[in-house]
């Protein structure tokens, strides 16, 4: 780009859209997207109606009525207590989001930081930092979080830390490898050069220019912290009985599957939904922010 | 000479690496006045930028080790420490980088980065800081400046960017601006353009300049005084029409001579001075000059000292110039 008459410049009609605007409008060009997103609205909605939306209480028993399927009484059918799986799964959908929330709460808080500090001072602070982080990180996910799980003991806050912290290390890396070539950036060296402090240019200048990244993964770790979660509670590490959980419910509907493939197939789908669902998401943010970007839980294959 | 705003006395800088110390700088010494341009010139690794970084400590540490002084207004800039130095960055002494395309933040508007150093310094908030933003971008020359305060980088330019860092270097007047190579990535008429801006806010706000570059043509156009630079070392320092017209250090000359000279009978070819920068890390130990320089001798295996055949001219060569060349 060069400049020829500094008159005629700022007379030139540029477009007036903000990053914002024009991230919003290339994901709403993306169908799979806009799809997971009213997928996930309901979702949400239904998780926080979930007690006014399940027609039956989580745990009323019923036992004459066991394993019965799917009827206008009960949609998805009755479990081997009897007990309504409709609204068992509605119920379910409220701990899966939290967990899912919470835990990639937890591995931004954690892993965002970390990666800043790392990249921006280099040095041995990196290395210790990062050699940490890759020590987490080369232990297979679900291995690790349940090998917290054990140190902690089972338990559904204890799942969240268990997840959140085995999702550090990804956020760790991605803000790092961001940091280290915004680093040298010159804005960064005029921002030092006009008497602004660490912080300053960590949160004015560098975050913000680490974000997009950082969202895409967001997105992106919500479903496989979602898929952690279910497999935790199907291996009977996460939610305690007798609470719903999507991964619990398979694993008690494993036992019936063939009397009553409904036990399994109903919590199972809403698992597959909502991954699906933060995925397209995921995938339509990172088309609009970030498209050279590759997941590093894609190419690492977990839970 | 009236006092002068920064003394630097016997600045050396050098950086460790796997091959060893690369000595950057050595013992550097000059005086900048009140209100001066001081134009710094030399060859791409002769040592321009990082001398200038290092006045505001803007060097790691380490790999960079930092000796001598630099004294501006009766404290030594190179041992304050980081709090104190913060105070001094882009408030008193302030710099202005080469690439304008890559030296703003391009998430940022510019409104948000102008402002930047005018809330750290000045405390100015709100409305007041925001008035003040419009007035700096008028005054270096941005047409309807209220309105651009919020746009981002790439809606601008690369001159009218330049003239916004231009706009945060000057937003808290300070004593000294220095110009790291501001023109050199801008075409010849923008170029022209800012110079000219640069020159009639120096006159305005009374800074002094201390302008970087490899380009004499520019030198010849704004500086008051030259100082050369030879691997690390001043070659010469002078007056800058002593230095066009006068007694000159063989380098100089040579730098002068690879100029283009237009109507030049072979313009196809451009004159260079043969050979390579000295590499820092194996300086010769006599004058640095001496491997590519016409006219040494043996004498020149010692360094030459920094000689003054008319008290404000200054040659490190073991010969009177003008013996050489007459």
Redesign the interface.
């Known amino acids: 780009m060069t400049d020829t008459a500094a008159a005629t410049e700022s007379t030139q009609p540029v477009a007036h859209r903000s990053r914002l605007q024009m991230t919003v409008s290339t994901v709403f060009r993306n169908r799979l997207a806009v799809s997971g997103l009213l997928v996930l609205a309901v979702l949400i909605l239904v998780a926080i109606f979930a007690p006014w939306i399940a027609p039956y209480g989580v745990n009323e028993l019923n036992v004459p009525s066991r394993l019965e399927g799917p009827s206008l009484a009960h949609p998805f059918g009755t479990d081997n207590l009897g007990r309504d799986v409709l609204s068992r799964v509605v119920v379910a959908s409220r701990v899966s989001l939290q967990v899912g929330f919470i835990a990639v709460g937890i591995a931004l808080a954690l892993g965002v930081p970390v990666g800043l500090i790392a990249g921006y001072y280099g040095g041995r602070i990196d290395s210790i930092l990062m050699r940490i982080m890759d020590v987490l990180f080369s232990v297979p996910a679900i291995v690790l979080a349940i090998a917290i799980l054990a140190t902690l003991g089972p338990g559904i806050f204890n799942a969240m830390i268990a997840i959140g912290i085995v999702y550090t290390p990804i956020f760790a890396r991605i803000t790092r490898g961001s940091v280290l070539s915004l680093r040298e950036a010159v804005f960064v060296r005029a921002a030092r050069s006009l008497g602004a402090t660490d912080g300053r240019i960590l949160g004015t200048h560098v975050l913000p220019n680490v974000i997009a990244p950082v969202i895409v993964q967001t997105s992106l770790s919500l479903a496989f912290a979602i898929l952690a979660e279910a497999a935790l509670s199907f291996l009977g590490l996460g939610v305690q009985p007798p609470d719903p959980a999507w991964g619990r419910m398979l694993s008690e509907g494993r036992g019936f599957f063939q009397q009553a493939p409904w036990m399994a197939i109903f919590p199972g789908l809403a698992i597959l939904v909502t991954v699906m669902s933060f995925n397209f998401v995921g995938d339509g943010l990172r088309d609009a922010l970030d498209p050279q970007q590759r997941s590093v839980i894609e190419s690492r294959g977990v839970a | 000479m009236t006092d002068p705003i920064l003394s630097v006395r016997d600045l050396r800088i050098s950086f460790g690496s796997r091959q060893g110390r690369a000595h950057v700088v050595n013992g550097l010494s000059y005086d900048l006045a009140p209100g001066e341009t001081l134009a710094i010139v030399g060859e791409s690794g002769s040592g321009k930028s990082v001398s200038q970084m290092a006045l505001?400590q803007?060097l790691p540490v380490p790999p960079a080790r930092v000796e001598g002084e630099a004294i501006f207004e009766g404290r030594d800039l190179l041992s304050l420490d980081e709090k104190e130095i913060?105070?001094?960055?882009?408030?008193q002494i302030?710099?202005i980088?080469?690439?304008p395309?890559?030296?703003?933040?391009?998430?940022?508007t510019i409104g948000?980065?102008l402002l930047?150093?005018i809330e750290?310094?000045l405390g100015l908030k709100g409305s007041a800081a925001r008035e003040r933003a419009v007035e700096l971008l008028a005054m270096v020359?941005?047409?309807?400046p209220a309105k651009?305060l919020d746009?981002?980088p790439h809606?601008?330019?690369?001159?009218?960017r330049q003239r916004v860092?231009i706009a945060?270097?000057i937003s808290c007047e300070p004593d000294i601006l220095i110009a790291d190579e501001a023109t050199t990535a801008?075409?010849v008429?923008?170029q022209a353009?800012i110079i000219e801006e640069i020159s009639a806010l120096q006159e305005r706000l009374g800074m002094s300049l201390i302008w970087i570059t490899h380009d004499l043509g520019v030198v010849a156009g704004i500086a008051d005084r030259v100082v050369v630079l030879y691997g690390g070392q001043i070659m010469e320092q002078a007056p800058v029409d002593d230095l066009f017209e006068g007694r000159r250090h063989p380098y100089t000359r040579g730098l002068l001579a690879s100029l283009p000279v237009p109507g030049d009978e072979r313009p196809d070819k451009l004159s260079a001075i043969s050979g390579l920068p000295p590499d820092p890390l194996a300086l010769p130990p006599g004058c640095p000059f001496m491997p590519r320089c016409p006219h040494a001798e043996a004498v020149c295996r010692d360094r030459p000292e920094l000689r003054a055949p008319v008290p404000s001219h200054r040659v490190a060569c073991h010969f009177d110039p003008s013996d050489l060349y007459e």
């Not at chain 2, 913060?86 to 408030?91: D, L, P």
């Not at chain 2, 395309?101 to 940022?108: D, F, G, Q």
């Open positions: 505001m803007l913060r105070k001094v960055r882009g408030n302030a710099m980088f080469q690439d395309m890559t030296s703003l933040n391009p998430v940022r948000h980065q930047e150093p750290l310094h020359g941005i047409p309807s651009r746009e981002y809606q601008f330019s690369g001159g009218m860092v945060m270097g801008l075409d008429t923008t353009k």
